[in-house]
Nanobody
Framework: QVQLVESGGGLVQTGGSLRLSCAAS????????MGWYRQAPGKQRELVAR???????NYADSVKGRFTISRDNAKNTVYLQMNSLKPEDTAVYYC??????????WGQGTQVTVSS
């Protein structure tokens, strides 16, 4: 059973920073493209950032220049460093693993709240 466990969410003021972590169990990490998604109240879940097995990244336009995704394959962990946070970044953030052989897994989500 694959598990993705997120941590690092919380309440922060506008302009502040948070770092999210997602630890993956099992042996899937090295075979997965990892991503962070978010879902705000009343909105659809959206991609924030993804990182391939080789470290190539892509970001939503709304977070470019402020967020950085990274992965530590030795620790089976993916990170999302979030700087210059805005109230519109408030959402539940989800970690996702997309396996190169097909299928994917979601974490349980972690709340990020940015106060104005």
């Amino acid at each position: 059973q694959v598990q993705l466990v997120e941590s690092g969410g919380g309440l922060v003021q506008t302009g502040g920073s948070l770092r999210l972590s997602c630890a993956a169990s099992g042996s899937i990490f090295s075979m997965a493209v990892m991503g962070w998604y978010r879902q705000a109240p009343g909105k659809q879940r959206e991609l924030v950032a993804r990182i391939g097995r080789g470290g190539n990244t892509n970001y939503a336009d709304s977070v470019k220049g402020r967020f950085t995704i990274s992965r530590d394959n030795a620790k089976n962990t993916v990170y999302l460093q979030m700087n210059s946070l805005k109230p519109e970044d408030t959402a539940v953030y989800y970690c996702r693993a997309d396996l190169i052989l097909g299928g994917g897994y979601w974490g349980q989500g972690t709340q990020v709240t940015v106060s104005s």
